[in-house]
């Protein structure tokens, strides 16, 4: 499936090369009112999934949020805690070690990287200094794009109509799908600012990163997380890599100490552990593999080819229904019902361990 520009797709338009499972997911789905009630706005909300699906956290498993399945780097625990009672001091304010470990990382001078409270962050300043009167959205793709862009008072535009800044996830999400190189040309002449958010990027190779075009390119703005793939989404580091002009720019919005002191310590040891980054690379590929075809196997579930840590699928009933008696089981899916360009039939999946899998792939093969 191409990259989209937020249109919506049709039923019609959905392939119909996979059969129908029988029963279609009908009749578990609870009133709109507890729908409601459940916040389906982003994955991860596993403990208010338990809650609501009244089973206990060692019993579930949590597919919707997409996060290394190997955890973090080995040691990360033992190396903060050890560090623990930097707490009683203000976090260093020019976060000097973050940019020198990520610089290291990705081969990049200081000078062209930003570090933030988590990418969320980063997000927010680039449109509070660029003040686009007008962004668009490749779609299907991350909620806060869109909401960050109504609220600081830009149109969202529509693929055949230009726009000052596009945003463009790559890997996307949820698809996983890479932007091609022509396509990341075709993006860039086609905007006057380029935001390319690769929160996801590690999962796919280093390799395949835009992070080094910022050099040639100052409309280019790259966004980058170290919550997925060393999975510390609750440490909070992100950061934009990006001309040194650009990153004076945002810079300004930065407000003091948004890094706390345990982020800064980690991005230390986190970005000069290889072994972790490669051993994570290569465990997901072969999961990602395993997970695909076994979906695929189950002969009702289509999936669509990724490079990141999830997998796009698609079912020809309801996948909210799914989604709904697979809670019920302990298995959180994220519907994709929400996601501007996708519909009612596809969900999400984060790949997880083996055994995990396995436990999705038994409790669908029940329904
Ligand atoms: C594509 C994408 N970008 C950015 C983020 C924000 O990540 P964080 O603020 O934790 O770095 C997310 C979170 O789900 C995401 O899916």
Redesign the pocket.
């Known amino acids: 499936m191409p990259y989209r520009h937020c249109e919506e797709q049709s039923d019609e338009a959905i392939s119909n090369d996979f059969p129908m499972k029988r029963d279609c997911f009908v009749g578990l789905r609870p009133s709109r009112n507890d729908e409601r009630a459940l916040d389906l706005g982003?994955g991860g909300n596993f403990l208010e999934l338990c809650d609501y699906f009244k089973i206990s956290p060692e019993k579930a498993i949590d597919f919707s949020a997409s996060i290394n399945p190997l955890g973090f780097p080995k040691g990360v625990e033992s190396f903060l805690a050890a560090r623990l009672s930097q707490i009683k001091h203000y976090p260093d304010i020019k976060n000097e070690k973050v940019l020198s470990s990520l610089s290291e990382y990705l081969n990049i001078p200081a000078g062209n990287i930003l570090a933030g409270n988590?990418?969320?962050e980063i997000l927010d300043w680039v449109l509070r200094t660029l003040k686009p009167e007008s962004v668009k959205i490749v779609n299907p793709a991350?909620s806060e794009y869109r909401r960050l862009a109504e609220n600081c008072g830009a149109k969202i535009t529509e693929a055949h109509e230009s726009a000052d800044l596009i945003f463009v996830?790559h890997p996307g999400?949820p698809m996983g799908n890479l932007l091609t190189s022509g396509e990341f040309k075709n993006l860039l002449n086609s905007c006057r600012w380029l935001v390319v958010?690769e929160?996801f990027v590690e999962f796919a190779g280093e390799e395949h990163s835009y992070v080094h075009e910022v050099l040639d390119f100052s409309r280019l703005i790259v966004i980058r997380?170290a919550?997925k793939f060393f999975s510390i989404?609750g440490l909070r580091l992100?950061y934009a890599v990006a001309s040194e002009e650009m990153i004076a720019s945002l810079r300004k919005f930065q407000l003091p100490w948004s890094i706390n002191s345990l982020a800064q310590e980690a991005a230390a040891y986190i970005f000069s552990d290889t072994q972790f980054q490669n051993q994570s690379r290569e465990f997901v590929a072969g999961e990602r593999a395993w997970l695909s075809q076994n979906l695929a196997l189950l002969g009702w579930i289509k999936t669509y080819p990724s490079s990141a840590n999830y997998l796009l699928c698609e079912i020809k009933g309801d996948a909210l229904e799914l989604f709904h008696q697979l809670g019920a089981k302990g298995c959180f899916i994220r519907p994709c019902h929400n996601f501007a360009g996708l519909g009612a039939r596809f969900f999400r999946v984060a790949v997880r361990t083996r055994k995990e899998n396995e436990c999705l792939i038994e409790a669908m093969s029940k329904l």
């Open positions: 982003h988590g990418s969320m991350f996830a999400n958010d929160a997380s919550t989404p992100g």
